[in-house]
């Protein structure tokens, strides 16, 4: 089993900055991908970032250059630094972890960008 915890949410004004965090434990194989998405009520899950075991990055067209996807495979870490945040970017966060074709979730964190 895995279990993904996520931390980093909150308030930020737009055009703020926020870093989420997501620690993952359990049996973790050494190739897998780690990524971020986010949903907001009536909506579907969109990806917002991935990144591969050997590095390689996806990125939703709507944060390309404002967000930064990294992880840190010696602490099986995955972090998402958000930058010049938009009202748009209001969402529930989710840390996924796919290996062997299996996703895992975290439970979320709340991003609210707001005046």
């Known amino acids: 089993q895995v279990q993904l915890v996520e931390s980093g949410g909150g308030l930020v004004q737009p055009g703020g900055s926020l870093r989420l965090s997501c620690l993952a434990s359990?049996?973790?194989?050494?190739?897998?991908?780690m990524g971020w998405y986010r949903q907001n009520p009536g909506k579907q899950r969109e990806l917002v970032a991935a990144?591969?075991?050997?590095?390689?990055?996806n990125y939703a067209d709507s944060v390309k250059g404002r967000f930064t996807i990294s992880r840190d495979n010696a602490k099986n870490m995955v972090y998402l630094q958000m930058n010049s945040l938009k009202p748009e970017d209001t969402a529930v966060y989710y840390c996924?972890?796919?290996?062997?074709?299996?996703?895992?979730w975290g439970k979320g964190t709340l991003v609210t960008v707001s005046s």
């Open positions: 990144v591969a075991s050997g590095g390689s990055t």
């Open positions: 996924n972890l796919e290996q062997y074709r299996l996703n895992y």
């Open positions: 359990g049996s973790i194989f050494r190739l897998n991908a």
